[in-house]
């Protein structure tokens, strides 16, 4: 069986059926799709981090600008949710169009223009200026497609298909290529590597399920404020989930939202009092202890990660 | 392989996803669960510790006199406090005020303070069909008439905040001399929509007043010298500041290091949070600020719970280490708590419509320490008005209120111009 | 009209320029990024407190006290985490998440200690102990305003301004007129090489860690005077702003940074003045667009890949 399907049945297929499962036995559907979305964002950052070496540190950027395209969509337009979300990936699509020109800077300079360009179109839609559109810092109402059932189906969906490409990526000569650029970026390039393109295309399939991910959370949500959906969090939550786990590969990002993020609600609904000291002080000790992921606690012993 | 992967999930929901709803308590409970959320850190975890500490005072004091009474059940009842913290992450926010309905099944759903955080909660509690007791979330686009399901507790909705700082400026102030107006505002929620309000107060009122200077800052804003001299060259004769509490620090800060002195200057907070205005800006640099007058300062006559005086007594006996300002805040949490205890006391059921029924019921009739208890149709807060007052000092060098508008509750005469 | 944000901007700037230098000093010689840099600042805020409202002196002795404290907790943090970090694959990156549970910690420390109202010291407080010394600069006692030019400025700025002059030349001198500074400059430009020749590199890199949270803890002294008043969430602002000003300036080079911080200052009082409501805007697109043109920044080397 090539490892493409092998991939695909082992690894998504149950995933995609615990989702499914999941809303029937366990009430906090909320949780379920924050779930979903920080694994959808992990795994976006997977992909322009894991097989780039980009940083996205304003990650969120595309997250808030989806969220943001959604609303317009449906308070200007009047579309229905779906295509709205679709429109929510293309805002993103373009968002990163718009910042390609980034990928020239390198290490720490692009994690920080990232996080810049985040801050900028925050800054941008939130202000009383665009009221008319954005409905600026006042905050937007979207009443009429609030439907959680269909968003969660939405995005797990997305889930899916970002799943589809982080394990094709695993599985093709592409995403061979990509971390051959990400480790040597002359030599790639002189075996022939089109670096460039095939960066770019790493960058907007990322900026995309950002995205999309912005736009069913918009659809869930409803009721939110820029500084909901721009809020820094999304970006460093993806980032360190994605990076405890074990980056550039399709089970790492998994792991680390489903251990991580767990944890962290567990620790949100047990514990009453220094929940942010304990969260700090265990992602201390994860890169302390554990720099290259969990994932790499079974390549040590030489077993192969998908 | 993924359409495979698509099937199955959608079976999965069809199957999953019906939603459980509430259940009607049929004999007594041992206990009725309070649920609600707050930030201990981040960036609303300022505004948010003393509305959870004046609702947590409650509790404790309810408990100790063995419950409160519940009319559903004829009887008293403790209170089962369930807080979650969501260190001002909204994602998260939304996680736990979804547990605190699925899991946790709380009877009362009691949303964080302030608009930003109170957002999540809207959505989520029409989704249940709980009712949202909305503490000082003032958004207008949480209240519309086709939602039941929210009502706001321990402050007016941000359009009405200003109506006594419009009619001020332009019934009394062309006798004072006041013709020149300049509006600074921090873009958010809160302080734009007053703003916007201000604005349209006074030109609907067609009275010799212009507005000279009518600029938005981002919220993020603590700096504001070169703002205060572009105000200057404006040449106002009042100075209408509308910012958060770092914002009105910093400003009246700025004005006391730069040395400018305007006629007229009315900011928000020194009024709502005197005590912590005082420490961090001074007393001198309070003197003869125009501002909103907290309840704390209007000893309004109450027909249910504690009066300021006993309840700011109970509060410095409770929170006697000094982390956390006693101010509007803490008051807004302490009304939150009453208008629950009233209502519980009032409902013939738990059932979240008869919440609701019972909230509305108290509007008018409800007299507390923050005033008047009123809502319009669609839940938000109409009465707990704040007069415009002016702040002196006394013989002694302390901060004291002078209400000024409207007259009926005033209590001197405004200090104009400034000497 | 255009006078007064020009010398604002100037004097601010200087203060921001003290504000970004220590990232900058830690990011040259080690390639972390110290996502706690605001963090150290909010604390440098704290022992000011701790100064004027426990011991009742002038708030500028906190300016030796602080430096002094924070280079021995540098130079501990370093021995406690930067090994450890150094070994992993890829410590430039890590440091961002290690830097970030650290800020967590720092600031649920503090929140847990102090509470998390608005904290300042009254304006005239600050170099009260030298009145005679604000005297001849201009000011009025009391803490008056200071003319500069026919215009009126906080004394906080001016005296804040010299003070960050002051730390400026004695990075300058540190860091050109010292040995350990000449160590320090190689380990910059070439770590490898520097281990090879028989450099002391941890002992260079703890001295630079020490001395840049030092810096920070200076600038934090001011920042109740500079920003009106300091939370224990003040961190992760001023972080964001320090980074945008240090990578203006060009990372790595820490006499950049003064450039970086002038050129901020004057833009961001300029944008005030003139379109008030876009002001948090500017900051980031300037950034953005500096990267791109130079992307080294104003006083960088080439850093730019592919």
């Given at each position: ?13 149950p995933?995609?059926?615990a989702?499914?499962?999941?809303p029937?036995?366990?009430?906090n559907?909320l949780l379920l799709f924050?779930f ?6 992990a795994q ?7 097989f780039?070496?980009y940083l996205p540190?304003g990650?969120?950027g595309f997250?808030?600008?989806g969220a943001?395209g959604f ?5 200007h337009?009047?579309?229905?949710a ?7 990936g293309?805002?993103?699509v373009l968002?990163?169009?718009l910042?390609?020109?980034?990928l020239?800077?390198s290490g720490a300079?692009f994690a920080?223009a990232?996080?810049?360009?985040a801050?900028a179109?925050?800054?941008f839609?939130a ?5 008319s559109?954005t409905?600026?810092p006042?905050g ?6 609030f439907?959680p ?5 939405g995005?797990?969906i997305?889930l899916?298909?970002?799943l589809?490409?982080?394990?094709f ?10 971390q ?6 002359v030599?790639?390039a002189m075996a022939?590597?089109n670096v460039v393109?095939m ?14 991910a912005g ?13 909901n959906?721009?809020?820094?969090d999304?970006?460093i ?5 994605a990076?405890?786990g074990?980056v550039?590969t399709i089970?790492?990002?998994i792991?680390?939202?489903i251990i991580l ?8 609904f ?14 201390m000790?994860?890169?302390?202890f554990?720099p290259a992921?969990?994932?790499s606690?079974?390549?040590r012993?030489?077993w192969?990660?998908? | 392989?993924?359409?495979?992967a698509?099937?199955a ?6 199957m ?6 509430p259940?009607l308590?049929?004999d007594?409970p041992a206990?009725?669960?309070l ?7 981040g960036?609303?975890?300022?505004i948010?510790m003393?509305?959870?500490?004046g609702l947590k005072?409650?509790?404790?004091q309810k ?7 519940v009319?559903a ?6 209170i089962k406090?369930?807080a979650y913290?969501?260190?001002?992450n909204t994602?998260?926010a939304s996680?736990l005020?979804?547990?605190?309905i699925?899991?946790d099944k709380v ?5 964080d303070?302030g608009?930003?955080l109170?957002?999540p909660?809207v959505?989520?509690?029409r989704?249940?069909k709980m009712?949202?007791f909305d503490?000082?979330?003032t ?6 008439k086709d ?6 507790m321990s402050d ?6 200003p109506?006594?700082?419009a009619?001020?400026?332009t019934?009394d102030?062309p006798?004072?001399?006041?013709k020149r ?5 921090s873009?958010n929620e809160?302080?734009g929509?007053?703003?916007n ?5 006074i ?8 507005i000279?200077?009518d600029q ?7 700096n ?5 001299n ?10 209408i500041?509308l910012?958060y509490?770092p914002?009105d620090?910093a400003?009246l800060?700025?004005?006391q290091?730069?040395g400018?002195?305007f006629n007229?200057l009315f900011?928000?907070?020194p ?8 420490k961090?800006?001074g007393a001198k640099?309070?003197?003869h600020?125009?501002t909103?007058?907290?309840p704390?300062?209007?000893?309004y ?5 504690m ?10 006996k409770?929170?006697a280490d ?5 101010g ?5 949490g302490?009304?939150t ?7 519980l ?6 059932d979240?419509?008869?919440l ?5 019921s ?6 507390t320490?923050?005033?008047t208890f009123?809502?319009?149709e669609?839940g938000g ?5 704040t007069p415009?007052g002016?702040l002196e000092?006394n013989?002694h060098?302390h901060?004291?209120f ?5 007259h009926?509750v005033?209590?001197?005469?405004p200090?104009?111009?400034k000497p | 009209?255009?006078?007064?944000p020009l010398?604002?901007?100037?004097l601010?700037?200087?203060y ?7 990232l ?12 706690a840099?605001?963090d150290f600042l909010?604390?440098?805020?704290f022992v000011?407190?701790?100064v ?6 002038d708030p500028?002795l906190?300016?030796?006290?602080a ?5 021995i ?8 985490l ?5 070994q ?7 440091s961002?998440i290690?830097?970030?549970?650290l ?5 649920a420390l ?24 604000a005297k001849?600069?201009?000011a ?7 003319d500069?030019?026919?215009?009126s ?8 301004a010299?003070?960050?002059?002051i730390?400026i030349?004695l990075?300058y001198?540190y860091?050109?007129r010292?040995?350990l500074?000449?160590l320090t400059?190689?380990?910059m430009?070439r770590?490898?090489?520097?281990f ?7 002992r260079?890199?703890?001295a630079?860690?020490?001395i840049g949270?030092g810096?920070?803890?200076i600038?934090?002294?001011?920042a ?8 224990p969430?003040f961190g992760a ?7 945008v000003?240090?990578?203006?300036g060009s990372?790595?080079?820490p ?15 300029l ?13 980031y697109?300037l950034?953005i ?6 992307p080294?920044g104003?006083?960088?080397r080439k850093?730019?890949?592919?």
């Amino acid at each position: 069986m090539p490892s493409f399907v092998r991939h695909m049945l082992l690894i998504v297929a149950p995933l995609m059926a615990a989702f499914a499962i999941l809303p029937g036995v366990y009430d906090n559907h909320l949780l379920l799709f924050n779930f979903v979305i920080f694994l959808i964002l992990a795994q976006g950052v997977n992909i322009i981090y894991g097989f780039t070496g980009y940083l996205p540190f304003g990650y969120v950027g595309f997250f808030g600008a989806g969220a943001y395209g959604f609303a317009i969509m449906v308070m200007h337009l009047q579309a229905p949710a779906p295509l709205a979300v679709l429109a929510a990936g293309v805002v993103g699509v373009l968002l990163g169009l718009l910042l390609t020109p980034l990928l020239r800077l390198s290490g720490a300079y692009f994690a920080i223009a990232n996080l810049a360009a985040a801050l900028a179109v925050l800054h941008f839609v939130a202000n009383p200026a665009l009221e008319s559109i954005t409905k600026g810092p006042y905050g937007v109402a979207l009443n009429g497609t609030f439907n959680p059932t269909l968003a969660y189906i939405g995005a797990v969906i997305i889930l899916a298909l970002t799943l589809g490409f982080v394990v094709f990526l695993r599985n093709s000569s592409f995403g061979m290529a990509l971390q051959a650029v990400r480790e040597d970026a002359v030599s790639a390039a002189m075996a022939g590597v089109n670096v460039v393109k095939m960066r770019v295309i790493a960058w907007l399939v990322s900026a995309l399920v950002a995205g999309l991910a912005g736009g069913v959370f918009a659809w869930y949500v409803s009721v939110f404020y820029p500084d909901n959906v721009f809020s820094s969090d999304f970006s460093i939550f993806a980032i360190v989930f994605a990076l405890f786990g074990g980056v550039a590969t399709i089970m790492g990002p998994i792991v680390g939202v489903i251990i991580l993020y767990g944890i962290y609600n567990l620790i949100g609904f047990t514990t009453p009092q220094y929940f942010q000291l304990i969260y700090g002080v265990l992602i201390m000790a994860l890169v302390l202890f554990l720099p290259a992921g969990l994932v790499s606690l079974a390549t040590r012993r030489g077993w192969n990660v998908p | 392989m993924l359409r495979k992967a698509i099937t199955a999930f959608g079976l999965g929901a069809v199957m999953g996803m019906a939603l459980a709803s509430p259940v009607l308590a049929a004999d007594a409970p041992a206990e009725i669960k309070l649920g609600t959320l707050y930030a201990s850190s981040g960036r609303y975890a300022s505004i948010s510790m003393p509305v959870h500490a004046g609702l947590k005072l409650w509790v404790e004091q309810k408990n100790a006199e063995g419950g409160v009474y519940v009319k559903a059940f004829d009887k008293k009842i403790p209170i089962k406090l369930v807080a979650y913290d969501d260190q001002s992450n909204t994602a998260t926010a939304s996680t736990l005020y979804n547990q605190l309905i699925t899991q946790d099944k709380v009877d009362l759903f009691v949303a964080d303070s302030g608009s930003v955080l109170t957002a999540p909660a809207v959505t989520i509690a029409r989704d249940h069909k709980m009712f949202l007791f909305d503490q000082t979330g003032t958004g207008g686009s949480f209240f519309s008439k086709d939602n039941p399901y929210i009502a706001l507790m321990s402050d007016p909705v941000s359009t009405i905040w200003p109506k006594p700082i419009a009619d001020f400026l332009t019934k009394d102030g062309p006798a004072l001399g006041i013709k020149r107006v300049a509006i600074l505002y921090s873009t958010n929620e809160f302080t734009g929509t007053q703003a916007n309000s201000l604005r349209k107060f006074i030109k609907d009122a067609n009275a010799p007043i212009e507005i000279v200077y009518d600029q938005g800052v981002p919220t993020e804003t603590t700096n504001y010298t070169v703002i205060l001299n572009n105000i200057r060259a404006a040449k106002p004769d009042a100075v209408i500041h509308l910012g958060y509490a770092p914002n009105d620090i910093a400003f009246l800060r700025n004005v006391q290091d730069v040395g400018i002195k305007f006629n007229m200057l009315f900011c928000i907070y020194p009024g709502l949070e005197t005590e912590l205005l005082e420490k961090n800006v001074g007393a001198k640099g309070l003197q003869h600020v125009f501002t909103y007058v907290p309840p704390s300062e209007m000893a309004y006559p109450v027909n249910f719970g504690m009066n300021i005086a006993d309840y700011k007594k109970a509060w410095d006996k409770k929170y006697a280490d000094g982390k956390i300002e006693f101010g509007f805040n803490a008051v807004a949490g302490y009304t939150t708590a009453l208008v629950i205890e009233k209502t519980l006391s009032v409902a013939t059921s738990l059932d979240q419509m008869e919440l609701r029924k019972a909230v509305f019921s108290l509007s008018g009739n409800l007299k507390t320490l923050d005033g008047t208890f009123a809502l319009d149709e669609t839940g938000g807060q109409i009465g707990e008005l704040t007069p415009l007052g002016q702040l002196e000092l006394n013989d002694h060098g302390h901060i004291k209120f002078v209400a000024i508008y409207p007259h009926e509750v005033a209590t001197g005469k405004p200090v104009y111009p400034k000497p | 009209m255009l006078a007064y944000p020009l010398i604002a901007g100037v004097l601010f700037g200087l203060y921001f320029s003290l504000l970004g230098i220590g990232l900058n000093l830690v990011f040259g010689v080690m390639r972390i990024v110290n996502l706690a840099h605001g963090d150290f600042l909010m604390l440098g805020a704290f022992v000011a407190f701790g100064v004027f409202y426990l011991l009742g002196l002038d708030p500028l002795l906190a300016v030796p006290l602080a430096f002094v404290l924070f280079v021995i907790v540098g130079i501990v943090l370093y021995g406690l985490l930067v090994p450890r970090l150094q070994q992993s694959r890829d410590p430039e990156m890590l440091s961002i998440i290690l830097f970030f549970g650290l800020s967590q910690v720092i600031e649920a420390l503090v929140t847990i200690a102090f509470g998390t109202s608005e904290r300042s010291i009254p304006s005239r407080e600050l170099g009260s102990l030298m009145t005679a010394a604000a005297k001849a600069l201009g000011a009025k006692p009391e803490g008056g305003p200071v003319d500069i030019l026919g215009q009126s400025f906080p004394a906080a700025w001016v005296i804040s301004a010299v003070v960050s002059v002051i730390a400026i030349g004695l990075v300058y001198v540190y860091l050109y007129r010292t040995r350990l500074g000449t160590l320090t400059r190689a380990v910059m430009s070439r770590r490898d090489e520097a281990f090879a020749t028989g450099i002391n590199v941890d002992r260079v890199c703890a001295a630079a860690f020490g001395i840049g949270l030092g810096l920070a803890a200076i600038a934090g002294v001011f920042a109740p005077f500079m920003f009106g008043s300091v939370t224990p969430a003040f961190g992760a602002d001023a972080t964001v702003t320090a980074f945008v000003i240090v990578v203006l300036g060009s990372l790595g080079n820490p006499l950049g940074t003064a450039l970086g911080g002038i050129v901020y200052g004057i833009c961001y009082m300029l944008v005030q003045t003139f379109l008030s409501s876009w002001a948090d805007l500017l900051p980031y697109v300037l950034l953005i667009v500096v990267l791109l043109l130079r992307p080294s920044g104003l006083l960088g080397r080439k850093v730019r890949v592919a």
